[in-house]
């Protein structure tokens, strides 16, 4: 069984840390979404980005996923790999801290930009 959905980007701020010439950088950014589908909540990520002189990055980093339930809202931490390509975004995740499910440590996970700051993701629970 996997969890399905998509995020919007909310906000995102993002500093450059340092340029390396020709257009190439490593900037820091701190993006906020918003989750809907089987996941729903916000979130915050923190990515570290190399960009090459063409405006493609590579980026790692942790996003805070504060997901809203009827009782209690619980936290998960997702350790991100990712690129941006072509104007796309892509990224593979990991459970990496969980307040709510103990089972999901270690589980993984993907998702891929669409238009709008809209990502879908997909997170695998077995």
Do not use: P
Not at 18 to 36: I, M, N, R
Not at 98 to 104: E, G
Not at 114 to 121: Q, V
């Amino acid at each position: 069984m996997n969890l399905n959905g998509t995020f919007q980007i909310t906000d995102w701020q993002e500093n450059v840390d340092k340029e390396l010439g020709d257009g190439a950088k490593l900037s820091t950014a701190v993006v906020q979404q918003s989750y809907t589908g089987d996941l729903t909540g916000s979130s915050e990520a923190r990515y570290q980005l190399c960009y090459d002189a063409h405006g493609d990055a590579i980026f790692v980093g942790f996003e805070t996923l504060t997901l809203s339930a009827d009782i209690e809202s619980a936290i998960l931490v997702l350790q991100h790999s990712g690129a941006f390509k072509n104007g796309i975004a892509s990224s593979q995740f990991t459970v990496v801290a969980s307040s709510a499910d103990a089972s999901l440590l270690g589980r993984s996970g993907s998702f891929t930009s669409t238009e709008g700051g809209k990502a879908e993701y997909q997170l695998d629970t077995f």
